[in-house]
């Protein structure tokens, strides 16, 4: 009997990571598909180049003279299915790349799965000729259906699709048993010495269970939160390794919600680990880190993004997000005195916060000196609260992903612009070192807000889009020459010899 092809392809961003999802979706194939004669192969894409597709943000993209290549390297390999895992940063790459194969081959079915095309399935189905299926939510199943066959497209839970013209949505598919998942990497279909030097990505649970008003991961199927088991976790892990591989990023929100379970993996991690990093997402908002676990997540080969998002009552209200103060701040004096390498995230533009309270977030998160302090500006993802209710809150965003935010009730558009120059600068200061002796100086000596003395600088001329049009001894000049009046404005005019020192090491 002759072989029927389907092929799985993921576009990921020029940066070096081994994206499961494809893989996952194979290795679950694999282990249930009766149907000897499908073959499911894999094809991962790392664009060579990306656009700045919206401010600040860069996403895979593709040349006409690439799409044409990878259209027809897949094309020959005679799939009857095309299967693209979306998320906002490769969706339009992937529509692009769809809608090739699809002029080249109209018999080929194209299928989309992933984030994206689950919160825009009928808008995708509605606006894209070339998509024919939309897998809503978790891929597994609804895939192996897909391909094998053997049901009735109507009667495939999970799914949107196109029929004579007309979209129809079926049921929802009841949430996968997570024991039932085979690993990827435990059955080998991810070449490990090919990819040693990425970043490879594990999943140790499913689903969130917190219900915050700019995520989509707690939506639907995800609304849940889902557990792998402990086992096949520690044996993914010792797997990556064994093998030696450069970085683990572990894509949970919630890695520490159970606090011995959390403490028995890093237990596991640290006793095998030779050089590999590892990448955890945690909470320190919401409940107390024992001090058990605070000393395994300060191994120096852990890092630790930390989601604050916001500090403003109103704010946290609105975006439903469970925040406490005082443990935030316990957790985190307990992961400096253990000298943890941490960065500590905020959004910026989420409504009820304004400018000035940007500025609060940056000087409270500055007090703790962590690693990294990332701020991003809010997208209004697909599905969200904030999404169905954007006019409620004044908001207005770009409609084309990343779906970032124009303004909202409490942030106009020039003070969002103003709060992204201010992080821009900020993040110059403190991840280069430009200027970071003379800044923290000036911030002890006078007791400055950091964020005033970052506004001060804007203010005079000084941000990262004007730095290059200026040599070195026109750039000393202006920082000189506003240092003094910093000085000068706080009555500190006999400290001008010391900075004078600092702005000159500072600058070389």
Known sequence: MKTKNATLVYISTIEKEIHPAIYGIKAYALKYIQDKNIQILTKSIRAKHSTQSSRYALYPSFSPQEVQKIGMSIVRQHPIYVGFSTYVWNVEATLLLAQYIKNLDPNITIILGGAEATYNAKKILSKEKCVDVVVLDEGELPFLDLIEGKKPIQTIQGIMYKNKGKIIHNPHRNILDLTTVPSSYLVGLIDLKKEKKSAFIIETSRGCPFKCAYCSYNINNYAKLRLFPVERVEKELAYLLRNKVNAIHVVDDNFNIYDLRAQRILKMFIKDNNNTHLELFIRADAWQISEQLGNLLANPYIHLTIGVQALKKET?????????????????????????????????????????????????????????????????????????????????????????????????????????????????????????????????????????????????????????????????????????????????????????????????
Not at 376 to 399: M, V
Not at 427 to 440: C, R
Not at 476 to 501: D, G, T
């Open 316 to 508: 946290l209200k609105i975006t439903q997000r469970i925040h406490k103060r005082h443990i935030l701040e316990q957790n985190l004096y307990l992961l400096n005195q253990l000298k943890a390498n941490y960065t500590l995230q905020f959004i910026i533009g989420l409504p009820g916060d304004t400018y000035k309270d940007i500025k609060n977030d940056i000087n409270w998160a500055y007090s703790f000196h962590p690693q990294y302090i990332h701020l991003q500006t809010l997208r209004i993802n697909p599905g969200t609260l904030f999404e169905r209710e954007a006019h409620k809150f004044g908001i207005t965003y770009e409609k084309k992903p990343p779906y970032v935010i124009n303004k909202t009730y409490s942030m106009t558009a020039k003070d969002l612009k103003k709060s992204e120059e201010l992080n821009i600068m900020f993040k110059l200061f403190y991840e280069t070192g430009f200027l970071k002796k003379t800044i923290n100086q000036l911030h002890l000596n006078l007791s400055l807000p950091i964020s005033n003395i970052i506004e001060e600088l804007i203010l005079a001329g000084i941000k990262p889009v004007t730095l290059f049009m200026f040599d070195k001894k026109s750039l000393i000049f202006l920082i000189r020459n506003k240092i003094k009046k910093i000085l000068l404005k706080n009555n500190q005019k006999k400290q001008w010899p010391l900075f004078e020192v600092l702005i000159n090491t500072d600058i070389i």
